[in-house]
C-alpha cells in the first residue's frame, strides 16, 4: 500500500485533527517541520458507541423546552443529583440565567459553553440574552440623533434672511 502524507499548517495553539482511518499494522509518523520546538501529539480512537453511550447519558435529564426566541430560552429539567447543567450554547458574558427565578453565575464549559450548577431536582430554568454594550451604544447613538436634529434646527433658524416689512399707503 502507498505511502500518503497530510500537512496541517498553524496547529501550536492545539486542535484535534482527523487524521484518518488506520487498520491494524499501518504506521502514522507526525513531523513538525515549521520550528524546532518539540511535538506534542496525543491520539485518540473515536468509536461509534462510544459516542452514543455519552451521547445517552447527557440526553437522560436534558432540559425540555417551554418557551425560546432570539433572546430567550425557558424549560425545566430534572438533576438526579448536584452537578453542572451543560448547554450547548456558546458562552458569552451577555447571558442571564435564573434557576427557579433566581439569578445564578453562568460559566464557561470547555471553554466554550454556557453551563450553571445545579442541585438535585426538577427546576425551572430561565436564560436571557443582552450583548454587552448594546444598550449603551443605543444611549449614544440616540443622543447622537437627537443632537444632530437640534443642531440641525438651529442652523436652519440661522440661514433664513429676514425679509424688511413693507408698509403700502394710499396717499389719503
Known amino acids: 500500500m502507498g505511502e500518503k502524507s497530510k500537512s496541517f499548517d498553524n496547529v501550536s495553539r492545539g486542535y484535534l485533527l482527523e487524521l484518518g482511518f488506520l487498520k491494524s499494522g499501518e504506521k502514522i509518523t507526525l513531523r513538525n517541520d515549521d520550528n524546532d520546538q518539540d511535538l506534542v501529539a496525543v491520539a485518540y480512537r473515536f468509536e461509534p458507541e462510544g459516542l452514543e453511550s455519552v451521547y445517552n447519558i447527557l440526553d437522560k435529564n436534558s432540559m425540555k423546552l417551554t418557551k425560546w426566541t432570539d433572546t430567550q430560552i425557558q424549560g425545566t429539567v430534572t438533576a438526579d443529583k448536584a452537578g453542572l447543567l451543560f448547554l450547548s450554547i456558546p458562552y458569552d458574558k451577555g447571558w442571564t440565567v435564573k434557576v427557579d427565578g ?71
Open 102 to 172: 433566581k439569578v445564578v453565575e453562568p460559566y464557561k464549559i470547555f471553554d466554550t459553553f454556557l453551563s450553571v450548577h445545579m442541585t438535585a431536582g426538577t427546576h425551572e430554568i430561565s436564560m436571557e440574552y443582552m450583548p454587552e454594550g448594546l444598550k449603551t451604544g443605543g444611549i449614544i447613538t440616540a443622543g447622537s440623533v437627537i443632537f444632530l436634529l437640534i443642531l440641525a434646527g438651529v442652523s436652519a433658524g440661522k440661514g433664513k434672511k429676514r425679509r424688511p416689512m413693507r408698509v403700502h399707503s394710499t396717499g389719503e
